[in-house]
Every structure is written in structure tokens, then in C-alpha cells.
């Protein structure tokens, strides 16, 4: 893990530990891959995750998703379908939320049909954890985006 980038360096042990935590994917296959992002924001948890938790509306903090429509009631097993600006490898993508705790800050869809270049894309899985930090006197929230 500490090859990785957390755009200050390399993740820290604190980072490792929660994505040794939240982020499991099993063994993956010679043919699979795996990433992670760490994304420091200056502001507090209850912020961030404000944004963060919108199944509903990823729009609001993701710019290159231009719509979002949730299929059915916002729980757990709910699908969602966003189209995607031009520009990227896909036009649109159906998302099923798979958890969401807001006592522990974690986000987790799966990703499950949809007009993109996956090739099998019920098997792409994405993770976010936030957590709180203090760093050089100021609020942090660290976001870990796990695919």
C-alpha cells in the first residue's frame, strides 16, 4: 500500500488501516486491477459526507455526471442511472448502492449495466470511506476511493 499516492506522498498507516478495513476485494485475477484515490478535503466530516451520501445526486459533487434518476426508493439494493458528459469513455452507467453507513462514513455502489467500455461491469465494484483528521492545526476529511 505505501507505493501509492495520496497527493502529499505516499498513504500513511492510518489510510492503509481503513483500507485494509472497508476495502476488500478478495484475490484479484491476472486479468483484473484495482485503484485507490485519497482526496483531502479542508472541511469536516459531516460536510463532506452531506455531498458524499447523495445516491440520489452524485452530480453534486462528481462534474463529469450530468443526470441522475434513482429507479425505485433510496435504500439499499436501489439502482440508479446517470449519464455521463462527453468527453469520457462512457454516455451512461446503472448503479446499484450496495452500503451505506452513516455512522462509519462508507459509500459503496456496483456498478451493473450501462453504455461504457467495461467489459463484465457487474464485477467493477467503487468504495468511499471518510474519516476525520487534524493536520498542521486544521479539519481534514480524507475520502478513500477504492475501485
Same mark, same amino acid.
Given at each position: 500500500m505505501n507505493e501509492n499516492s495520496n497527493g502529499r506522498g505516499v +498513504?500513511?498507516? &492510518? @489510510?492503509? @488501516? *481503513? +483500507?485494509?478495513?472497508h476495502h476488500k476485494h478478495g484475490d484479484l485475477a491476472d486479468h483484473q486491477c484495482s485503484s485507490a484515490l485519497v482526496k483531502h478535503i479542508k472541511a %469536516? &466530516?459531516? =460536510?463532506v459526507w452531506s455531498l458524499v451520501r447523495r445516491f440520489d445526486q %452524485?452530480?453534486? *459533487?462528481?462534474?463529469f455526471i450530468s443526470r441522475c434518476v434513482v429507479l425505485g426508493n433510496l435504500e439499499i439494493g436501489s439502482l440508479r442511472e446517470v449519464d455521463v458528459r462527453s468527453g469520457l469513455p462512457a454516455t451512461t452507467s446503472t448503479e446499484r448502492l450496495e452500503l451505506l453507513d452513516d455512522d $462509519?462514513? #462508507?459509500?459503496? +455502489?456496483?456498478i451493473v449495466g450501462g453504455d461504457h467500455r467495461l467489459k #463484465? %461491469? $457487474?464485477?467493477?465494484?467503487?468504495c468511499c470511506t =471518510?474519516? =476525520? &483528521? #487534524?493536520?498542521n492545526s486544521q479539519v481534514h476529511t480524507p475520502v478513500l476511493y477504492i475501485s
Open positions: +498513504i500513511g498507516s &492510518v @489510510e492503509s @488501516e *481503513y +483500507i485494509r478495513r %469536516p &466530516v459531516h =460536510l %452524485p452530480q453534486k *459533487y462528481k462534474p $462509519e462514513h #462508507i459509500f459503496s +455502489i456496483r #463484465i %461491469p $457487474e464485477k467493477f465494484k467503487f =471518510l474519516r =476525520l &483528521v #487534524i493536520w
